[in-house]
């Protein structure tokens, strides 16, 4: 599906038989639900029925969630192209007001509730909200509402019972990051017009890829113990933005951790960092080449970027003289060899990527690639890849200044 390209002048540092054994651990957890989800077919039916059905009835679709409930969906929103789609997922009064400000028809709109834990305060608060604004104009709310989120006695859940809407399943086992390919991502394809059975279908695909998952996680590791503490992932496609923010807080949540199981030391693992293309060529790689020595660089290329239906018959500007009669994609295929080579030449340890496109196996492919990339590195170094308690603090602060502006 994907071809990986190591730099063979990098030293590994790991046995492959030994990070074939942590994947392979990964893969026989019984409490990891995520690996499942592609077997799923209820899942897959009940998600594409209803995407279906929302994108016959309706002429626009909000979701509102937070975090691994809007960062797969945003990612599919993005590479699809469609403009039936918005995103409420920062409580963010003005981004807010300007979405249903210009929302042409409050009742051929879709609002779609998403939270793991059916409790999570910004996407009820939000919620608050809209059916207010409905209220006021005297439009019906709750019949054009619909849910994802645990099948537990939470809030979510039970307003779906109480309203009699469609709510479908977060699995228990699956965490929020890890649930793009449950009922979060597969009903948002599906409305977008995508095939959700084809993501699932890639997502099989990678699940027998063992090889390239061990080679990959040998890269990061090895990059990891040359004390790399920035791991860049350099996409050469416009439309990989919110992908890389999907693999950013997949990363970071899920490798940041204080201590192993066992209560030592946690080994100190990279930060994430996304770029685009040409566009950041002319902005950070400055830095990268000269600045210090700290990154590994993933460059992604894709086929069909690189082969452009568009040609350049006749060119009118001596600086472009050069690509007559080119195809349009050969300059970002120039530009994305060139932006490896400057790289490797500078001494900066690289890996390249080449994607045949951003259909839905490819994305399938991808979206499950890089989640047992990072639980099997996880399940290698003895640290719990799938909580989060770093994230506590924050909210539990939150709490408290609220509680204090109400007394």
Not at 105 to 111: F, P, Q
Not at 140 to 161: G, H, R, V
Not at 236 to 247: A, E, I, K, Q
Not at 395 to 403: P, S
């Amino acid at each position: 599906m994907i071809k990986i390209k190591p730099n063979n002048k990098l030293k590994m540092n790991f046995s492959n038989e030994a990070l074939m054994t942590s994947l392979n651990k990964v893969l026989a957890r019984t409490d990891l639900g995520f690996t499942r989800l592609p077997f799923n077919q209820e899942a897959l039916k009940k998600s594409s029925d209803l995407g279906t059905h929302i994108l016959k009835n309706y002429e626009h679709l909000v979701l509102v969630g937070i975090g691994g409930s809007s960062m797969g969906p945003r990612a599919l929103s993005e590479i699809s192209g469609s403009h039936r789609i918005s995103f409420l997922d920062n409580v963010d009064s003005i981004e807010t007001d300007n979405i249903i400000t210009n929302l042409k028809d409050l009742t051929k709109t879709a609002w779609l509730f998403i939270s793991k834990s059916g409790t999570t305060i910004e996407v009820l608060w939000t919620l608050e909200l809209v059916e207010q604004i409905y209220r006021q104009n005297n439009v019906q709310f709750w019949p054009n509402t619909f849910y994802i989120t645990e099948n537990t006695d939470n809030t979510l859940n039970n307003l779906a019972k109480k309203y009699v809407r469609p709510s479908l399943e977060i699995p228990l086992d699956v965490g929020g990051r890890f649930s793009v390919l449950s009922p979060v991502g597969l009903l948002v394809a599906q409305y977008l017009g995508q095939s959700a059975s084809e993501l699932i279908e890639g997502a099989k695909s990678a699940l027998k890829d063992k090889n390239n998952i061990v080679t990959a996680m040998n890269q990061y590791l090895s990059s990891f113990e040359r004390k790399e503490d920035i791991t860049l992932f350099w996409f050469y496609s416009s439309r990989m933005r919110w992908f890389g923010c999907w693999l950013q807080q997949l990363w970071a949540e899920s490798l940041g951790k204080k201590e192993t199981l066992d209560g030592k030391k946690a080994p100190e693992f990279s930060s994430p960092m996304i770029s685009i293309g040409t566009c950041d060529q002319h902005s950070i790689l400055q830095q990268v080449v000269e600045g210090p020595k700290n990154k590994f660089v993933n460059v992604f290329r894709f086929n069909d970027v690189e082969k452009s239906k568009f040609i350049v018959a006749k060119t009118q500007f001596s600086e472009t003289m050069l690509l007559e009669k080119m195809n349009f994609g050969e300059l970002i295929r120039a530009e994305a060899m060139a932006t490896d080579m400057a790289l490797e030449n500078s001494e900066i340890s690289t890996m390249a990527f080449e994607i045949p496109d951003l259909k839905e196996k490819s994305l399938g492919y991808l979206f499950m690639f890089y989640q047992l990339v990072v639980a099997s590195i996880g399940e290698h170094s003895n640290i719990n890849a799938f909580n989060q308690p770093g994230v506590a603090l924050a909210k539990k602060l939150t709490l408290d200044i609220l509680k204090e502006k109400q007394s």
